[in-house]
């Protein structure tokens, strides 16, 4: 997908607002998965956005999507952004990340896609990256939880010594 860049897609410092380009990285996030598991795909998660250099009004932004991973209802897509500027004809890479989507049905429940056959190389690395994301994703879950429920069953004293650290609970 491919979209020019308008001053209504301008920051208050006259880049282009990331919040524009994630609303395309959504978009080409929904049309890879969705092509990928023929049926109408949701957001689920997005993985690390790294904003690597601004985006200037004026410029064509370019955003290429790939199925790196499907497990039984969810699709990693990820997503290669690159910013050509057309007068220079320079095109530089400024973002990537993984979005994952979950296939549902009618009902909003979700359901079975296709499986993902991995045939290069590379292919096959990504595809055992994104299985190892989802799989780190549920630990990084259960984690993030129990470190919640401690520092929430501490006193103030307790909080207040790990302020003054660099210590974890």
Known sequence: MSELMTPGNANFLGKVFGGAILALLDKVAYVTASRFAGKI???ASFDRVDFHSPIEVGELVHMVGSVDFAGRTSVQTRIEVYAENIHEGTTRHTNSCIVT???ID???KPTPIPQLIA???EEKI???Q????KEWAK????DSLELLGKLESMDDAELDR????????
């Open 41 to 43: 795909c949701v957001t």
């Open 101 to 103: 989507m979950v296939a």
């Open 106 to 108: 009618d009902d909003g």
């Open 119 to 121: 045939e290069t190389r």
């Open 126 to 128: 990504r595809f055992l």
């Open 130 to 133: 994104g299985r190892a994301r």
């Open 139 to 142: 630990t990084h879950v259960t």
């Open 162 to 169: 790990l302020m003054q650290s660099d210590l974890r609970p």
